[in-house]
Nanobody, 124 residues
Framework: EVQLVESGGGLVQAGGSLRLSCAVS????????IGWFRQAPGKEREGVSC????????YYSDSVKGRFTMSSDFAENTVVLEMNSLKPEDTAVYYC?????????????????WGQGTQVTVSS
């Protein structure tokens, strides 16, 4: 089973940047589909970015495309989400999710392993 531990996040002004990290253990990157998700108060969890197992293609939601970059540090077994040009609507709890038997185009519920979440707050 995949274990995930997020770090980073915090409070930043609009236009600023933050970096989130997700430490992965239990599986290697090529065995898992892994993504970043977020959940704002009163809203459903939504996908932000995701890398499929196998071909390692990375996808982004339209709301973050061009501003967020997801990358994998194979030496550290860590997935990083660089967030730039942050907007107040990016405020949410951000989660790292993974599974050995899902794809990026699947619903968040298909991801079986989750980190504890980290709060990102963007002030206007």
């Amino acid at each position: 089973e995949v274990q995930l531990v997020e770090s980073g996040g915090g409070l930043v002004q609009a236009g600023g940047s933050l970096r989130l990290s997700c430490a992965v253990s239990g599986n290697t990157f090529d065995e898992i589909t892994i993504g970043w998700f977020r959940q704002a108060p009163g809203k459903e969890r939504e996908g932000v970015s995701c890398t499929d197992d196998g071909d390692r293609t990375t996808y982004y939601s339209d709301s973050v495309k061009g501003r967020f970059t997801m990358s994998s540090d194979f030496a550290e077994n860590t997935v990083v989400l660089e967030m730039n040009s942050l907007k107040p609507e990016d405020t949410a709890v951000y989660y790292c999710g993974a599974d050995t038997n899902t794809r990026c185009d699947a619903q968040p519920a298909s991801f079986g392993s989750w980190g504890q979440g980290t709060q990102v707050t963007v002030s206007s």
